[in-house]
């Protein structure tokens, strides 16, 4: 009976080791679960400046067609899609809320290569007389809420060559309603970028791409009616009126394959992207 009994106390103490590396097993798996989960974004795109996660969960985020050439820029105050080929963003996305539009960071106006893009860099002496202006897409006045976000706005990876007519016209005309827009609704979602034929023209001796168009795409899904519009530009000095330009976004996507605002519920975004309540934008 002795014997039996050592038996019992072997086999209790085996089951309860095994309870022990089991819940060892758990802890270890949710600790590794959490620090991927909390992971810092440089480890994936090798940038400093935000999570990876508070980027991808972002309303504002585009989808970049298959096969397109990509490297994520997460920046203070927006993302870019770099296209290295181009040596130009695919598109550039941000958020503006209407607290960012009270910033006091003052414009640095000096453009300088990103140093974070794959391959060769754009350089500032590309433009150097070559006709084309430096056309930002997230505007520098969209980033004067934080002295970082404005010196980012002024790397090359978010400047695209644009006929001085379009950056200083209806461009910039554009870029100061929406700001309009976000004082009315509060926050926006914008997305903007080039279109690039086959075989563009080139600048510069790094031979940055000359777009032939431009798109740019403002949402506004919080508001009681969610609502979007959207422009294409030629990229050329004579424009048209900002109200002859805009289209449904809908329009676009199909035009460049990009997903713009992919994040939000369906039931928002298909709306908001197939209609264009015009009379709501208030556009002359």
């Not at 181009?86 to 300088?112: D, H, I, M, T």
């Not at 015009?278 to 556009?283: C, D, F, Q, S």
């Amino acid at each position: 009976m002795a014997k039996k009994k050592k038996k019992k106390k072997k086999s209790s103490a085996r089951r309860n080791n095994n309870l022990v590396t089991l819940l060892m097993l758990i802890l270890i798996v949710c600790g590794v679960w959490y620090l991927i989960q909390h992971a810092d974004a440089r480890s994936v795109f090798g940038n400093s400046h935000t999570s990876t996660l508070d980027h991808i969960e972002k309303a504002e985020m585009a989808r970049t067609p298959a096969g397109t050439p990509e490297q994520l820029l997460l920046r203070t105050g927006y993302t870019a899609s770099y296209n290295r080929q181009w040596k130009l963003p695919n598109w550039v996305c941000y958020e503006l809320v209407r607290s960012e539009l009270q910033g006091s960071a003052s414009r640095s106006n000096r453009f300088v290569s990103d140093p974070d893009v794959e391959g060769t860099p754009a350089d500032p002496r590309d433009y150097t007389r070559s006709g084309y202006d430096r056309g930002h897409m997230a505007p520098a006045a969209d980033m004067k809420w934080s002295k970082q976000a404005m010196e980012e706005s002024f790397l090359l990876s978010n400047i695209c060559p644009q006929a001085p007519g379009l950056n200083r016209g209806r461009w910039k005309e554009l870029e100061e309603l929406v700001r309009e827009w976000a004082q009315r609704d509060s926050a926006l979602l914008i997305a903007c970028g080039p279109i690039v034929s086959q075989t563009p023209k080139t600048i510069g001796r790094h031979r940055i791409a000359v777009p032939s168009r431009y798109f740019k795409v403002v949402a506004a899904p919080y508001a009681s009616r969610p609502r979007g519009i959207a422009f294409l530009f030629d990229n050329n000095d004579e424009q048209p009126s900002l109200r002859a330009l805009a289209l449904p976004i809908d329009s676009v996507e199909k035009l460049t394959g990009i997903d713009f605002f992919y994040n939000l519920p369906d039931s928002i975004e298909t709306p908001m992207e197939s209609n264009l309540w015009i009379e709501t934008w208030n556009l002359n």
